[in-house]
């Protein structure tokens, strides 16, 4: 960093009277406190809106199975990456299917305070759907997104989403890369075709996978989409228990006239 000149500096450098001593040392004081007023303004103008504002992040997982093992390494990679997040104001609730040892003793050896643990007394199954209404019910956030084991969000993930809302706006969603397995299983809404009438014309693999970013069934996943948590605690219900529950929870809320906003961002990644 430059170092600000001195007054003596000055006078020698230009062969100054050495008078100007009051007058020189007066101006760069004045220059130094109008460089401070001025960062200080900016500062204020930029600093990101909502940073009060906790998110509620629910991870339902597997705890029996052939797949429990694999998810148990995948949320371990999810856990490890939420501590990256530019946006540190949250809680994860992590919601274990039944019996769950390893996650449990996963979550206890974070000493994370922010990282909550919930585990069923049976195994409920449906995709965690259950498992979500019960992690919204406990959710003490302004905000909530369901995860699963396999997303990966990017270190601005909840600072894009949460600095899109407005008093107005209930829904804020933004674009997930899908790969490997993720990719495999619904290659097809993205390659030589139109799905539900969407055009892949992104010409990569992300969802949305239109450039206008439309909220429609096949083009939002879970992970998209951040929700104000008196709407999803009011339309929980809506959530069941079939496979698609992520998309007719949304559906309920559009029915009810929430409005919502779309950030053309990329924020994450679904394997």
């Given at each position: ?106 979550v206890k050896s974070l000493k994370d305070r922010r990282i909550r643990l919930f585990i069923s007394e049976k195994t409920l199954g449906f995709w965690g ?95 998209c989409y951040l929700v104000k948590i008196n709407l999803a605690k009011k339309y929980v219900d809506s959530w069941d228990n079939s496979f698609a529950a ?9 029915n009810e006239g929430v409005k919502y906003k779309f950030i053309d961002k990329l924020i994450g990644v679904k394997r």
């Open positions: 960093m430059k170092r600000t000149p001195l007054w003596n500096d000055l006078v020698l450098e230009y062969k100054l009277p050495w008078r100007y001593k009051k007058t020189i040392d007066y101006s760069i004081k004045s220059i130094n406190t109008k460089i401070y007023e001025l960062n200080q303004f900016f500062s204020k103008k930029t600093k990101p809106k909502n940073t009060d504002k906790k998110v509620s992040i629910i991870i339902p997982t597997l705890s029996k199975g052939n797949q429990a093992d694999h998810f148990f390494k995948l949320k371990k990679l999810l856990i490890k990456y939420l501590p990256n997040q530019t946006y540190h104001n949250y809680e994860a609730i992590v919601l274990c299917d039944g019996s769950n040892p390893k996650v449990e003793n996963m759907h259950p498992l979500t209404r019960k992690g919204i019910e406990l959710a003490k956030g302004d905000y909530f997104v369901r995860m699963n084991d396999d997303n990966i969000p990017y270190k601005n993930y909840l600072a894009e989403l949460v600095e899109g809302f407005r008093e107005d706006i209930g829904v804020v969603y933004g674009r997930v890369v899908y790969k490997e397995t993720a990719l495999k299983a619904h290659g097809n809404n993205f390659i030589g075709k139109k799905s539900r009438g969407i055009p892949n014309n992104m010409c990569t693999f992300t969802i949305p996978r239109d450039k206008s970013g439309k909220i429609l069934r096949t083009n939002i996943d879970c992970m992520d998309w007719f929870f949304i559906e309920k809320l559009l």
